[in-house]
């Protein structure tokens, strides 16, 4: 084993390298963030009741509209998950005989009921909204004569596209084939908006993806640019019109982005998204190491260890339950929290399969953390994802594949 890892590291330097270039430019970019809005020892305290004239929250908001090159945000902690900041989202901007479209096939599992693909009586079905989708072509990449086709008959409100791969076999999509994407669908209707989900995907690369074009990117302070730090949250970049709807669904109408109470929440966002460049740096590492050192051992992984990587998920293609539920077993005994805690397959809410779900983190659900999880169908494939550090995740992966070959 030795021997095979001292050849994986080898391996794998160049990508190292390439990873820190973009840890460096992101790092650029945050740093300079802070330092145009003065942030201060005073920033980093906060507020309770209603919320009201918190110069924190407001200078967080600020920095992620320039960081995403945005018009204005909304980070708030009184979002639950990416699923809860997405759903919001899309209710503050559909209204009843709007249609969304989906361009990358079904979207990630947990917004279904939100969608209307599975019943819910509170889902945007029932409230007079339709729902397409366009499946992805058999090589994983957009149908682009197809969304060209939909959206120039210009009655689609809202095209939402997923950059990371959710429980799809396929690679993330790089922020230029999201640009091209969305290019198609301006040139074939101007007035269409477009929502990017951005979970996973934060300082994988130099662009984000309103840079790319779109109108509104959402995500969750729990996954990258929380840094592991952040406890809970969510937040929404985009066009200032949207970001109003947004907040009016996220508050009431009329309060719109004026209250919310941080308590201790501004230092810890401030703190985790300063560290987010190097740590979302460090996960994709330990991703390339267990798609080179797997690949060795004979599974099928995405990305491959040299390919170009546009969120943190690395997939491990088991074709086996049993191989896949150890392996996840294997992540949790090497965790910090909950090592001595033993994973099995169950029913989640949001998921129509049960779900094995390695997870001993600082913060719970965190995916910037360690963890490993995937559903029990067929081809039983794992997603590992997150790490804080490069050489915490590979005593974890070599710990893991060594009571695998037991």
Known sequence: ?????????????EQFEINEKIEFEN????????KNHQISEAHLHGTTGYGYDDMGREAIEKIYAEIFKAEDALVRMQFISGTHTISTTMFGI????????????????????????????SSLKAF???????DLLPNNKFDLNAIEKRVAEKNVKLVIMQRSRGYAYRNAFLISELEEAIKVVKKADPNTLVMVDNCYGEFTEEREPIEAGADVAVGSLIKNIGGGIAPTGGYVVGKKELIELISDRYSAPGLGKEGGATFDFNRKVLQGLFLAPHIVCESKKIGIFAARLLEKLGYEVSPRYDEKRSDIVQMIKFRDPNKLIKFCQGIQSNSPVDSFAMPEP??????DSKIIMAAGAFTSGSSIELSCDGPLREPYVGYLQGGLTYNYGKVAVIETVKKMNE
Not at 1 to 13: G, N, R, S
Not at 27 to 34: D, G, N, R
Not at 346 to 351: F, K, L, N, V
């Open 1 to 13: 084993m030795d021997e095979l890892i001292k050849q994986v590291e080898e391996d794998i330097k």
């Open 128 to 134: 007079g909204v339709k729902y397409e989708q366009i």
């Open 346 to 351: 169950c029913d989640m809410a949001g998921y």
């Open 94 to 121: 559909l209204r009843p005989g709007d249609t969304v479209l989906s361009i990358n096939g079904k979207p990630y599992d947990t917004l279904d009921e939100t969608l209307g693909v599975r019943e819910n009586p």
């Open 27 to 34: 790092s650029k970019k945050v740093l300079e963030a802070f």
